[in-house]
């Protein structure tokens, strides 16, 4: 299983990016996915999840209003749209894959990693 997180980088408060995480070697429908994120000297925080259907989606509430997580079976893609940046998201970005149809928000629950994308917002 490979999860490849892509998108990540330097950008103004008040920006925009769009990360995407490409999973290979899995049953992608079968599979919530989630992103979550760790900033310097801090523990991995849930940010966003959406269920195998699309149907359930979840959001921390620091990133409610102003992220939005979509999946595209086709493409076996999960992206997270980041609008109105804010300093405190700068953090590395890690998307996960958890078996089964209950939308997880803790990071014990999932099952695989990506290596994560370094998001970065300067004041």
């Known amino acids: 299983v490979q999860l490849q997180a892509s998108g990540g980088g330097l950008v103004q408060a008040g920006g925009s990016l769009r990360l995407s995480c490409a999973a290979s070697?899995?049953?992608?429908?079968?599979?919530?996915m989630g992103w979550f994120r760790q900033a310097p000297g801090k523990e991995r925080e849930f940010v966003a999840a959406?269920?195998?259907?699309?149907?359930?989606?979840y959001y921390a509430d620091s990133v409610k209003g102003r992220f939005t997580i979509s999946r595209d079976s086709a493409k076996n893609t999960v992206y997270l749209q980041m609008n109105s940046l804010k300093p405190e998201d700068t953090a590395v970005y890690y998307c996960?894959?958890?078996?089964?149809?209950?939308?997880?928000?803790?990071?014990?629950?999932?099952?695989?990693w990506g290596q994560g994308t370094l998001v970065t917002v300067s004041s």
């Open positions: 070697g899995l049953s992608f429908s079968r599979y919530t």
């Open positions: 959406i269920a195998w259907t699309g149907s359930s989606i």
């Open positions: 996960a894959a958890d078996y089964g149809i209950v939308v997880d928000t803790t990071a014990e629950d999932y099952d695989y």
